[in-house]
């Protein structure tokens, strides 16, 4: 059986969060102007790099595949993970019959399929709550490359980066819809702790207020790194530019 993975916490009445709110979630990314083509495009040159004749990859933890729309540009064969039912049903609306998509756990999941590149975008990884839980999530990727392979994660800020106590807000207003996203975020022992309020209006509908907690490990680089070498790759770290979390970018040391 799949674990859950504890991503989320109401904090409000409403029987809603964000993870099973697909449509909210991209839209409030969308409206925030999230360069998801730029992303994808600095992923695929260091795919590239590693693996230049790279055909086919993986993308783990795609929500509702803003990164992967971007990738299925670039190689002739993609496929997504997620551990939400909701934003998979928004990215096969996406990539209608173009990719296969499947329900899966990042810290155990097996499909049966190799790939060129596994990707992990958008600090996706950081839900991982221990050591173990990052080892073992960095071992089924690898476990899912050819024989020559890279995997790419990106990270949440290292526990020397987090800014404690950070408040951030955003309106958008996208097809329509006009979104409210306030959160504060804290450190709680080795982790982030966000919580995030939701304000959604929708014509006809009226305004809508849900809340949801997300908890973000803080590893350090050298546990990256480890969790890396751990699955047999070997590893370098690339910084983002535009100050990001940057990227890890693992290849195969061993063939399989």
């Known amino acids: 059986m799949t674990p859950t993975l504890e991503r989320h916490s109401m904090n409000s009445g409403a029987d809603r969060n964000l993870f099973d709110t697909a449509d909210v979630y991209e839209a409030i990314y969308r409206g925030r102007g999230k360069d998801y083509t730029a992303e994808a495009a600095r992923v695929v040159s260091l795919v590239r790099a590693s693996v230049p004749d790279a055909t086919s990859l993986l993308d783990v933890a795609c929500g509702p595949a803003s990164h992967l729309v971007h990738f299925a540009d670039h190689f002739d064969h993609v496929e997504g993970l997620d551990l939400s039912e909701d934003m998979l049903r928004v990215a096969k609306q996406r990539l209608p019959g173009t990719a296969t998509l499947h329900h899966g756990d990042m810290r155990d999941f097996r499909i049966d399929a190799r790939f060129s590149a596994v990707t992990c975008m958008f600090s996706s990884i950081s839900y991982a709550r221990t050591r173990a839980e990052l080892d073992s999530a960095l071992r089924c990727m690898a476990d899912h490359l050819l024989p020559t392979g890279t995997v790419v994660v990106e990270p949440w800020w290292f526990p020397e980066d987090f ?42 509908k009226g305004i809508e207020h849900f809340a949801d907690t997300h908890r973000m490990t803080l590893f350090a680089r050298a546990d990256y790194e480890a969790a890396f070498t751990g699955a047999g790759l070997s590893v370098c770290y690339e910084p983002d530019p535009a100050g990001g979390p940057g990227l890890f970018i693992g290849t195969r040391t061993v063939a399989a």
């Open 163 to 204: 800014t404690p106590d950070h408040v951030a807000g955003d309106v958008v207003t996208v097809d329509g819809r006009t979104i409210s996203r306030v959160s504060h975020s804290v450190r709680e022992a080795d982790a982030t702790r966000m919580d995030v309020h939701y304000l959604v209006a929708t014509p006809g």
